[in-house]
């Protein structure tokens, strides 16, 4: 069964860093493009990043831009979310995403989804 697991969620204070990351379980998801999402309380689920399957171009949402970076371990099945100077409007639960284009920001089209990980970021 396709999975991806979510890892590296926590606490933290304004101004500090976690990494995110997401293990996959079946190689169907080599050649899928690989995205982050995130959702607060009470808030729609909104695109975060993506990094394409093909050559890894990456893509931000623009209040994560030059804070956050994607990347990926291909040998270790892995993506990675760099989150640095976190900010409280940054707390939510991360999702792990899998889907055909990496330019794609819509929820709608996204093919698998991971557990989530909840990052909370204090003031």
């Known amino acids: 069964q396709a999975q991806l697991v979510e890892s590296g969620g926590g606490m933290v204070q304004a101004g500090g860093s976690l990494r995110l990351s997401c293990v996959d379980s079946s190689p169907m998801f080599s050649t899928y493009a690989r995205g982050w999402f995130r959702q607060a309380p009470g808030t729609d689920r909104e695109f975060v990043a993506a990094?394409?399957?093909?050559?890894?171009?990456?893509y931000y949402a623009d209040d994560v831009k030059g804070r956050f970076t994607m990347s990926k371990d291909n040998a270790k099945d892995t993506i990675y979310l760099q989150m640095n100077s976190l900010k409280p409007e940054d707390t939510a639960v991360y999702y792990c995403a899998a889907y055909r284009y990496a330019t794609t920001r819509s929820v709608n089209s996204v093919g698998y989804w991971g557990q989530g990980t909840r990052v909370t970021v204090s003031s």
């Open positions: 990094i394409g399957w093909k050559n890894d171009k990456t």
